[in-house]
């Protein structure tokens, strides 16, 4: 359709076929799309949003623009790497339209890293994310047991890993296998082996399945593509979270995955698995014949000892007889005794038996019962009322005598006695401090009733008590210097040879 811009009037604006949006937005989704059918793009993935419907969205971008992108459901299930943010990837499609929001996008058929720097570096960012979480810590290795019933497999069952790891648990030690199967390469590996791994651990102990002792997970080799299932975030989890010590075997002896940092023990190949699973049978039969061979050697060797010991302890010991001789002779001693003395306990109760029966015929006993008889008459004597109240009378006059006989001798006592106190009254009396005031001494106490035997221990001001006889007392303060001083003679004194006053301190 071609349109004359020098037809300025607008008249030739009529000759243009109207259209609408839908059909203009068809328009250039077809030339769109027979233009750019097949293209190969490279870029950083941005935003990956994955809905429910299993189609992924994502972007991908370069330093100056940006370009959306669809994956359906097809194409990103058969993927063996799943696109995360922040990954280089190289990505072939067509580019379309969607009218619905006016842009234009990219439709993806298949995506892959941008070469293998790309995926050895989005690996070593998640394996340091996932160490820094502790999930490769040495602490939480389990160990592997030494003879396990049963070893749970978690590999392809078509594949010649399954034949190779039944084939050498046949040859070293043979034990009940469960295989579940899985796919080992793919985009559905990671997901299977995860629920794999949570399935054996499910198991309960003694329920209808068994319950493995030990895990193996295995796979051959392959590009870093093939095995990037195993390098899955929710593989790792799901082996962190078993219980079950896990044995990974994933490829040759150079193939690293994150299952290897993870399990409780890695292997370089599948093979090597199951030998690191079951010891050698025919070495463990040698080992116990061994062990069990020694412990026999050992215990003979014991014996033999012990035997030796007990000859040479047989020939310190005295012999039996001597041992038990005198013993014996002594007990045969005691049993002549024994006898002689039965035969005479015997002969004196039978004695005593002859006796007794001697006393109890008629003749005898008719003797004793007249001598009873008397006895009885005599006391019934004694118990009469007259001879009874004979015996009172006399009893109660010798009480009298007795009384009054007490009575005389405590009044002779208490005389002495009173007697002997008035004496020593006499005599307290006769060395009491009071006759010594009696001829013109006196007795001077402190404050605190303490007798003052010398001057020095009064002071300036100390009141005093001056006993006299016939207890008068008189109260004095002691005078400056504490120590008494004659008074001095005054004038109104007749004679010069007048005593010291000795209470004045003046």
């Known amino acids: 359709m071609l349109i004359d811009r020098d037809d300025d009037d607008g008249e030739g604006q009529g000759n243009l076929a109207e259209q609408s949006v839908t059909d203009l937005s068809n328009a250039i989704k077809r030339t769109v799309e027979d233009r750019f059918g097949l293209v190969r793009v490279r870029g950083e993935i941005g935003r990956v949003s994955r809905p429910r419907s299993g189609h992924v969205y994502l972007s991908l971008k370069d330093d100056k623009s940006v370009i959306d992108g669809v994956m359906w459901k097809g194409v990103a299930s058969r993927l063996s790497v799943s696109p995360e943010e922040g990954m280089e990837a190289v990505v072939t499609g067509r580019l379309t339209t969607f009218g619905g929001q006016s842009k234009y996008q990219i439709v993806i058929d298949h995506l892959a890293p941008a ?41 392809s ?4 890993v399954i034949r190779d790891i ?41 329920g209808p399945v068994a319950r493995p002792d030990v895990l193996i997970v295995a796979r051959g ?15 790792v989890r799901a082996a962190a979270d078993c219980s079950i010590p896990l044995i990974s075997a994933i490829g040759h002896e150079t193939d690293v995955t994150l299952l ?37 050697r050992a215990m003979t060797r014991r014996l033999d000892t012990l035997r030796e010991r ?24 005691a049993g002549q005794g024994l006898s002689r003395a039965l035969l005479d306990i015997f002969a004196e109760h039978r004695a005593g038996m002859a006796d007794a029966r001697a006393s109890l015929r008629p003749a005898a006993m008719q003797a004793r019962l007249r001598e009873a008889e008397s006895g009885f008459r005599q006391m019934s004597a004694r118990l009469s009322p007259v001879r009874l109240r004979r015996t009172i009378t006399e009893r109660g006059d010798g009480l009298r005598a007795l009384s009054a006989a007490m009575v005389r001798t405590g009044r002779g006592l208490l005389t002495e006695r009173e007697a002997a106190l008035k004496g020593f009254a006499r005599m307290i009396e006769a060395v009491s401090y009071q006759r010594v005031l009696d001829r013109g001494f006196a007795v001077v106490r402190d404050s605190t009733g303490n007798v003052v035997t010398a001057p020095d221990g009064i002071t300036d001001g100390n009141a005093l008590d001056v006993e006299f006889a016939a207890g008068k007392h008189l109260p004095v303060i002691a005078g400056k210097g504490g120590k008494p001083r004659p008074r001095k003679a005054s004038r109104t004194d007749k004679s010069d040879n007048a005593p010291p006053d000795l209470f004045n301190f003046q």
């Open 260 to 296: 290897d940092h993870v399990a409780d023990l890695r292997a370089p190949t599948p093979t090597g698995a199951a030998e690191k699973a079951v010891p050698v049978r025919a070495d463990l039969i040698a080992q116990v014949s061994e062990k069990g061979n020694l412990r026999v």
């Open 310 to 333: 007990n000859v040479q302890a047989a020939r310190l010991l005295p012999k039996p007889d001597a041992l038990i001789g005198d013993k014996r002779q002594k007990v045969d001693l």
């Open 157 to 160: 069952p078509s594949g010649a």
């Open 221 to 235: 080799g392959g590009s870093i593509e093939d095995l990037w299932g195993f390098n899955e975030e929710e593989v």
């Open 166 to 206: 039944l084939h050498r648990l046949a040859e070293r030690f043979p034990c009940d296998v469960l295989v579940w199967p899985v796919a080992v390469q793919g985009k559905a590996c990671a997901g299977e082996v995860a629920r794999a791994i949570k399935g054996f651990d499910a198991l309960a102990p003694g």
């Open 115 to 155: 070469g293998a720097g790309a995926l050895m570096a989005m690996l070593d960012a998640r394996r340091r994310a996932l160490e820094a979480e502790g999930l490769f810590a040495a602490s939480r290795k389990k160990a592997i047991p030494l003879i396990p019933k049963t070893i749970g497999i978690v590999t």
